[in-house]
């Protein structure tokens, strides 16, 4: 028996919202694909400064990136605690996760702080406007994610998510995730290949 | 454990040891992306000529190979069924034909002007 043999029989035979989950998360792969492909067709055609070599701080951003990597793999093991019924590995965990992105959302949220002050907004240059629009967009849906993990973990707390439920984390988990490998691929094409 | 919990342990492969790992290897792939870049902007260290032309494929060797990680394991892909893994490969596919597609579109812009302006009237 499997973890969907706990669920309603479907025609696919995977529950319909983690087919859902996964359907939205392969359109939002497009969504993604869309502001790349922006930001890489304006790379280096800015005509003033400042400039994405003169801003950049690498080892804070190196610093976000562990974060968050470090929250997927937190995730995951609060997903086997719930399914396993390990309540206190599922809520620990939990809690790791939920920190490690608003320290990720901080950090944005400094970087793009001090961003201003050195004088790149939207409307400066094209790094901006595509600076801002890519990496605002990654940093809105981790938030929506924060939040939704938050709702998770109450949840958790007052003891509503059996491991029979354990289908309504593993949705918010994989959107988590998704979360986490736009970042990796965010990361390298933004700031370490940068001109 | 309640009786309940008990019940399910027995249903889902106990797999953080696996999860450990992946997670050290993904740890391990960022500190070489990050080394890859310092190496190439350090004129005089080893292999910095190396790296200043090859930067940019190194990193998307390794961001590829810490996409598939999570997407294979974290996102338990490696163990689910060909729907799930065909939504996000066909997903992916598009996004990339989409990166691609643009990339060659505003790179090879001016060409296509050329080609095109004189059987148009447009240049």
């Known amino acids: 028996m499997d973890a969907h043999a706990l669920h309603p029989a479907t025609s696919t035979g995977i529950p319909n919202r983690k087919l859902a989950i996964w359907t939205f998360i392969g359109s939002e792969c497009l969504f993604f694909a869309s502001l790349i492909s922006v930001y890489l067709v304006y790379r280096g055609k800015s005509l003033v400064g400042p400039y994405p070599a003169e801003i950049f701080e690498i080892p804070l951003v190196t610093v976000g990136t562990a974060l968050l990597l470090f929250s997927s793999l937190f995730v995951v093991l609060a997903l086997n605690g719930c399914e396993q019924g390990n309540r206190k590995k599922f809520l620990g965990w939990l809690a790791m996760t939920i920190l490690c992105g608003i320290f990720f959302i901080g950090m944005q949220v400094y970087e793009f702080t001090h961003f201003y002050h050195e004088g790149l907004t939207m409307q400066k240059n094209l790094f901006g406007a595509s600076f801002f629009t890519l990496t605002g967009f990654h940093g809105t849906h981790v938030t929506i994610g924060v939040i939704w993990l938050i709702s998770i973990f109450i949840e958790g707390v007052r003891g509503h998510v059996p491991p029979a439920k354990a289908l309504n984390f593993e949705m918010s988990a994989l959107y988590w995730h998704f979360v986490d490998v736009v970042w990796i691929v965010i990361f390298p094409v933004v700031y370490l290949m940068n001109k | ?123």
């Open chain 2, 1 to 123: 454990m309640d009786s309940t919990a008990q019940a399910h342990a027995h249903t889902f492969p106990e797999r953080a040891g696996e999860y450990v790992r992946i997670g050290l290897i993904l740890f391990v792939l960022t500190a070489l992306e990050v080394g890859a870049y310092e190496l190439a902007h350090r004129p005089g260290v080893p292999l910095h000529d190396f790296l200043q032309v090859w930067l940019i494929p190194v990193l998307i060797v390794l961001s590829a190979i810490k996409f598939a990680l999570v997407a294979l394991f974290y996102m338990h892909l490696k163990w689910d069924g060909p729907l799930l893994k065909g939504i996000f490969s066909f997903s992916l596919f598009l996004a990339t034909f989409v990166i691609l597609a643009l990339l060659a579109l505003f790179i090879y812009q001016g060409k296509f002007s050329a080609m095109i302006g004189p059987l148009t009237g447009v240049t």
